[in-house]
């Protein structure tokens, strides 16, 4: 398979200024797939010099332009879907059946969005004193850095940068040094459907070099960072002493309310998806299953059931439907929350280690994990980021909100219930950015993305994210207004 293994800056692929490089392993056996170049900040200069330069042109181009080459972008992803689909498995390890499906699909669908909304995204006119018209447009902020985390890069790559590019800005993004090949082979795709250079620029490197470089960086206008909660607080700080304003998508730790009148197959399904899917490794992961003690017993019968006939393996394999962690840090940081849960005084109710299958065990593997718990212990409040799901069970609706709001998370939760004032009640009072209704971890181009509190603020999506890579300019135009002397003489 050959891919990019160089910085895109400046529209050309070209090693780091140091000549330093970054081994990326495939996580499912641990084997050497890729050494890239590493970027340092000499290399995020180039970058924002690049986009610097490139900026008035793609400022000044029609929005139409603009959003035909998104268009054309998302044509050509889907075109070259099976092999970016393949890079990204071997990349994260996630299942090839969700790189060909959610993965690509809200990858193009993103970029697509996002080209149609290019010239749709429009200023007002404000009625303001007789005799003047003032109209408001909507500005680029320049340069824009995006850093992003390991757990969906292929998929961020859009949620960043389609936005951005729509409203004018140029992009200088920085990937995890974890999973940066889908990112640098979408930006040589950017390149071959006729983006001009500097537009697109990918670095990838390590946070406190390249991306520290870009939190401080002059000529950046704006950072929109998705990652770690201690990591997007300090990186805020950081900007905000430079001038540089931010965005934050952050931690989560998802509530998955299921009340007595649910329906139980439904819900059940829907849960499985909402904690294992991309193996646990989302943001807005279902992870804590709150559920009402008189279904607790029928649903986990067969939650338990469908949890260990999860078919894990090899995710080139299309019947593999949970592929191993994205790293051995990060298994072995999961890991570490089973002793946690044990320490605490949880039930380990399924999983709970690596599997035992001779061909996994130099992969980073885990068990899809279920642990029964009790009160505000921490697994209940710490982002374990894996396939690993909490029980508590609640006995009225004021104690399941107690519960669910129970975290300094806000990002995405869920809950199950067929009472329409019941349902509409729990989601108007719940903490979140998003709240799914019979369904869990729903997203469209369309529907604001983001959280509050520990979650993070700003929104990726719609036309909130047009917002977010904008700002308001007011024109004020003296028609016929006869403007009394301030200072008579
Ligand atoms: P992380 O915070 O460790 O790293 C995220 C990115 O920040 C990486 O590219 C990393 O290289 C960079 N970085 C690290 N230190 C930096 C520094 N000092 N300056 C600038 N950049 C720096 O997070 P991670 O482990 O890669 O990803 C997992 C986290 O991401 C989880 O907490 C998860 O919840 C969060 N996440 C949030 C969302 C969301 O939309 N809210 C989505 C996905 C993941």
Redesign the pocket.
């Known amino acids: 398979m050959s891919f990019p293994t160089q910085l895109f800056i400046n529209g050309e692929f070209v090693d780091g200024v140091e000549g330093k490089t970054i081994d990326v392993f495939d996580p499912h056996d641990g084997s050497l797939l890729a050494t890239i170049a590493e970027a340092t900040e000499a290399d995020v200069d180039r970058a924002v010099a690049a986009a610097t330069a490139a900026y008035p042109e793609w400022k000044a181009m029609a929005a139409s332009d603009r959003g035909r080459l998104l268009l054309k972008l998302a044509d050509a992803i889907e075109a070259n879907g099976e092999e970016l689909a393949l890079l990204e498995t071997r990349d994260t390890g996630h299942p090839i059946r969700d790189s060909k499906g959610l993965d690509l699909v809200r990858t193009a669908a993103q970029f697509r969005y996002f080209g149609g909304m290019a010239d749709k995204f429009q200023g007002s006119v404000v009625p303001v004193d007789r005799g003047f018209l003032d109209y408001v447009v909507r500005e680029p902020l320049g340069v824009v850095g995006s ?6 890069p292929m998929m ?1 790559v859009s949620w960043k940068m389609a936005p951005a590019l729509a409203s004018g800005n140029c992009v200088v993004m ?5 999973t940066p090949l889908t990112a640098l082979r979408i930006a040589q795709i950017a390149d071959e459907v006729g983006f001009p250079k500097g537009v697109i620029n990918v670095v990838p ?4 070099t390249a ?2 470089r ?2 401080s960086h002059p000529g950046i206008a704006k950072v929109s ?8 607080r ?2 805020a700080s ?1 900007a905000a002493a430079n001038g540089i304003r931010t965005h934050l ?4 730790k998802g509530a998955n309310v299921v009340f007595a009148d649910a329906t139980i197959p439904k819900a059940v399904g829907g849960t499985a998806f909402g904690i294992f899917h991309n193996q646990g ?4 992961a279902a992870s804590r299953l709150i559920i009402h003690e008189s279904v607790v017993d029928e649903f986990m019968e067969k939650f338990l059931a469908l949890t260990n006939s999860i078919r894990v393996g090899d995710p080139k394999d299309p019947n593999t439907e949970m592929g191993p962690l994205t790293s051995p840090m ?1 298994r072995d940081r999961v890991l570490s929350y089973v002793e946690v849960a044990k320490e605490e005084g949880g039930t380990i109710l399924t999983g709970g280690k690596a599997p035992s299958d001779p061909a996994l065990l130099n992969g980073c593997y885990v068990e899809p994990t279920v642990v029964q718990t009790v009160g505000a212990v921490r697994v209940n409040q710490e ?1 374990v ?1 894996g396939p690993f799901m909490t029980v508590q069970t609640f006995s009225t609706d004021e104690q399941a909100l107690q519960i669910a709001n129970s975290t300094e998370f806000a ?1 995405g939760g869920g809950l199950w219930t067929n009472d329409l004032s019941r349902a509409h009640r729990f989601a108007r009072d719940l903490d979140a950015g998003m709240v799914w209704i019979n369904s869990y971890k729903r997203a469209h181009p369309g529907s604001p ?3 509050m509190g520990a ?2 603020y700003g929104r ?1 999506m719609g036309f909130e994210a047009m917002h977010e890579y904008t700002e308001a300019k007011a024109i004020w135009v003296n028609i016929d207004a006869d403007i009394p002397p301030f200072y008579p003489r």
């Open positions: 850093i992003v985390p390991w757990n969906f961020f920085k990937p995890s040094e974890l490197g390590f946070g406190p991306g520290a870009l939190v960072f998705t990652g770690s909660t201690p990591v997007g300090m990186i950081q998508e952050l931690g989560g490794q989302a943001c807005i990060h982002e980021f990002l993305f983001g959280g979650s993070g990726e």
